[in-house]
């Protein structure tokens, strides 16, 4: 989820950036650093469907 907002936001601030405009107080940078904040969460497992554990099912039992 965090890579797709990520890459949301580094494609806004392409845009601003090629534009060379500003949004007020926000400007390519923020989106730059926006989106890196983005990519660390993701890289770090935050915000992933996968928790890690296992689960139970029939394909994780062992045979005999």
Known sequence: MFA????????????LNLAQTSLGVISAETFMLAGLLCVALH?????SAWHGRVRSGWN???RR
């Open 43 to 47: 890289l770090a497992g935050i915000g």
């Open 4 to 15: 797709i907002i990520a890459a949301v936001l580094f494609a806004l601030a392409l845009l």
């Open 60 to 62: 994780n039992r062992r």
